[in-house]
């Protein structure tokens, strides 16, 4: 028993201050302890000792005692301080996420087992080390063998798979790689799709293992971490841990026990940049323009780019970010200087143009030219890429059946009655679902209003699929999208060519490397322009370009249909004419010209409350507020203003991107934390930095 200390203990709740509590153990930053706070009792983490609160002894409670898990490191809770001041939240909302509670009795058994084996075997191996004779020795090395056996995750001493062999272009990009980092810099890996990129990353990763070092390799969906699996399991074995944000909190564990026993090389989605990462030498961002990095709810909003740009300068480790279509944040981080741009114009296979035919629907309509929602001309193409045995892709923004349903009699269109939109229809549950709260009814083709009949307007990618299906009787036909979830047999089966035509929503663009693709096809491809937003022209961009790319990967040649009823849009005449750098350097001088990112930066404050003239009005006091502070617009309704019986309204905040850019940041958390108080409306307004 020591004297009192006081230390202070992350807990993971939203508490915009560190909880002090007293104790006297020596327990350094990272132990992980029970406390409690409300009358309820959470596992914390101290974060170190602090000093003796100004409050009588008696409020200051105790530290209810030491949980028997493994420490968290000072590098993730850096991490956690860094994503939560750059994102402004709170480090316990950090830390809930990092590490999320163990939610059934059976995984806290689980849980259990594998911390007595892991105490188990420190325990031996110290026994081990202090034995003195041969025989005692080899007792304890075979008990240390069956309790690491026991607890699986040992990896292999070797390395299986030999180096990939680099082409001269590969061996180019990848010395001015080396290059970066030996200038402290980040490279910024711009490969056109089919490059072999990943053969780069493999080859630096391997590179990274040998020298003893860690990886950590991430990709934007959970879905080509899946297809990519197979290929790094060649190269790295046993090392190759994989890991997302649906992975329950057990997994979570093992994984991080397998991480802490030995080198890793680990694949996985944004959550994996708060697993307990060690000697990590190398971080990988493959697609880093995707903006499935960007997590929008809860808090952190972080954007798992970014953040591992700064694990990177936590861990000194080498940083390489990859795309096809690089993101303008990321260009422009290139210009000023701060990262290298490398790049790789040429495709593994050679060859391998994909074409582009715009077909225009209402000219086709006109001409009865359309047969539902494909048009003859499309038909053709994707009759004859069947028959020379290619397969076929076609994307629709859209998921369900019709995304919206009308009654023919009195025009009304039925209404989410928690959301301001449309419900979809999903003939296959013969339910009307609202894609944004979940909220379902039975769909009865009856109108609420006159009694007349509900008809489906438009086509999501379930009715997609049914038309294909009458369409082309031959094909094998499959469907991707968050309905049929990302299942990864539809993706092997499609990979080994068992289906013939694969209809999806956004997914489908993504990553992916399939052999006999010869034809992708957008559908209504307008639908993919809509937002009114300034980046929409550079996303539209990259989806299309990225969709493109899917397509001819082992040479010959590829078709890429756009069927749209705006096939004047300035986009398809960029991505036709092929001139990025013309296109980046349009892109950039407009942002420029207006302020907007790269080169400033945004903030988006989201007010969200059940009465709509209580919001109005408190969303016009807070604008004041903060644009008597610095530059605010606002408050305006989002395209969607009521979601789950909420209103919306929006105030956007630019800040210019220099040094004041962290003061301005505590000022504006300063101004709300202040308007919360004085106006009593706490629990209202979140706060969203770098939106995308
Ligand atoms: P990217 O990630 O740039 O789109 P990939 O790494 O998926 O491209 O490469 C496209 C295809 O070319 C893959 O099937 C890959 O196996 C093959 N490939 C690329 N580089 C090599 C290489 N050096 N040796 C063998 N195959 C390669
Ligand atoms: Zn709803």
Same mark, same amino acid.
């Given at each position: 028993m020591g004297q009192t200390k006081y230390i202070s203990v992350i807990v &993971?709740? +939203?508490?915009d201050w560190i909880p002090t509590y007293r104790t006297d153990l020596n327990l350094p930053a990272g132990t992980r302890v029970y406390v409690s706070m409300a009358h309820k009792q959470y596992v914390g983490v101290v974060a170190g000792e602090t000093a003796r609160? $100004? %409050?009588?002894?008696?409020? #200051?409670? &105790? %530290?209810d005692g030491i949980a028997d898990l493994p420490p968290v490191s000072l590098t993730e809770i850096r991490l956690w301080q860094f994503v939560a001041d750059y994102y402004m939240c709170t480090i316990g909302e950090v830390y809930k996420m990092a590490y999320p509670a163990l939610k059934t009795a059976t995984e806290e058994i689980q849980a259990r087992t594998r911390i007595r084996l892991e105490t188990r075997l420190e325990r031996l191996k110290e026994k081990f080390e202090k034995a003195r004779n041969d025989t005692t020795r080899s007792r304890y090395e075979a008990e240390i063998r069956k309790t690491v056996a026991e607890l699986e995750g040992q990896h292999d001493s070797g390395l299986p798979g030999a180096d990939p062999e680099l082409t001269d272009a590969q061996k180019a990009a990848d010395a001015e790689i080396s290059q970066s980092f030996a200038e402290g810099k980040i490279a910024l890996l711009h490969g =056109?799709?089919?490059?072999?990129k990943t053969e780069i990353y493999i080859h630096e990763a391997l590179k990274t293992v040998r020298n003893g070092r860690n990886v950590l390799y991430l990709v934007p969906e959970i879905a080509i971490s899946r297809q990519l699996e197979d290929r790094l399991r060649i190269f790295f074995g046993e090392r190759l841990l994989t890991f997302h944000s649906a992975e329950t909190a057990v997994h979570r564990r093992d994984v991080a026990t397998k991480m802490r026993n030995g080198s890793y090389v680990l694949l996985g989605t944004? /959550?994996?940049?708060?697993? &307990?990462?060690? $000697?990590?030498?190398l971080i990988i961002v493959d697609?880093?323009?995707? @903006? @499935?990095?960007?997590?929008?709810?809860?808090?952190?909003?972080?954007n798992g780019r970014d953040t591992a740009v700064m694990l990177g300068n936590i861990c000194h480790s080498d940083v390489i970010l990859g795309s096809a279509t690089p993101s303008l944040e990321s260009l422009y981080n290139c210009e000023t200087g701060r990262y290298r741009l490398i790049s790789l &114009? =040429?495709?593994?296979?050679?060859?391998?143009e994909t074409e582009i035919e715009v077909i225009d629907t209402i000219a086709e309509r006109k001409k009865k030219g359309m047969r539902g929602s494909f048009s003859i001309k499309l038909i053709d193409r994707i009759r004859k890429a069947l028959s020379e045995g290619g397969q076929v892709i076609l994307l629709r923004g859209r998921r369900a059946y019709s995304p919206v349903v009308q009654c023919d009699t009195c025009g009304d269109i039925p209404r989410c009655p928690h959301c301001n939109v449309s419900m979809s229809y999903h003939k296959t549950k013969e339910r009307l679902v609202c894609h944004y709260c979940g909220y379902s009814e039975p769909f009865?083709?009856? *109108?609420? =209003? *006159?009694g007349g009949s509900l008809q489906p307007l438009g086509a999501g990618t379930q009715r997609i699929e049914e038309e294909a299906e009458k369409l082309f009787p031959e094909a094998r036909i499959a469907r991707l999208d968050s309905d049929t979830g990302q299942d990864p047999s539809i993706i092997k089966a499609f990979a080994k060519g068992e289906t013939n035509i694969l209809i999806g929503t956004? #997914?489908?663009? +993504?990553g992916f490397d399939f052999e006999g693709l010869k034809l992708v096809a957008v559908l209504q491809a307008d639908s993919l322009l809509?937002?009114? $937003?300034?980046r929409a022209d550079e996303k539209a961009m990259q989806l299309l370009e990225q969709f493109r790319g899917r397509c001819a990967r082992r040479g010959g040649k590829g078709l890429f249909v756009i069927q749209t009823a +705006?096939? /004047?849009?300035?986009v398809y005449g960029q991505l036709q004419g092929s001139s990025e750098s013309g296109f980046i350097t349009g892109q950039l001088s407009e942002r420029k010209e207006f302020g907007y990112p790269p080169y400033s930066r945004i903030i988006n404050v989201i007010i969200k409350d059940h009465s709509e003239k209580r919001l109005d009005y408190m969303a016009g006091i807070l604008y004041k507020k903060i644009a008597g502070e610095m530059e605010a617009l606002g408050p305006f309704a989002p395209a #969607? $203003? +009521? %979601?789950s019986d909420l209103f919306i309204r929006h105030i956007r905040v630019m800040l210019p991107k220099d040094r004041t850019l962290s003061d301005k940041k505590e000022k504006l958390r300063r101004t709300i934390a202040e308007f919360e108080k004085s106006m009593t409306y706490q629990g209202h307004v979140t706060v969203d930095v770098d939106p995308v």
């Open positions: &993971p709740l +939203k508490l609160p $100004d %409050v009588p002894e008696s409020r #200051i409670l &105790p %530290v =056109v799709t089919g490059s072999g944004r /959550s994996s940049l708060f697993l &307990p990462h060690h $000697d990590l030498g697609e880093e323009h995707d @903006s @499935s990095y960007k997590q929008d709810n809860p808090a952190p909003r972080y &114009p =040429v495709r593994y296979y050679g060859g391998g009865t083709g009856k *109108c609420h =209003v *006159c956004q #997914i489908v663009t +993504k809509g937002q009114q $937003d300034f +705006k096939s /004047s849009h300035p #969607i $203003d +009521k %979601v």
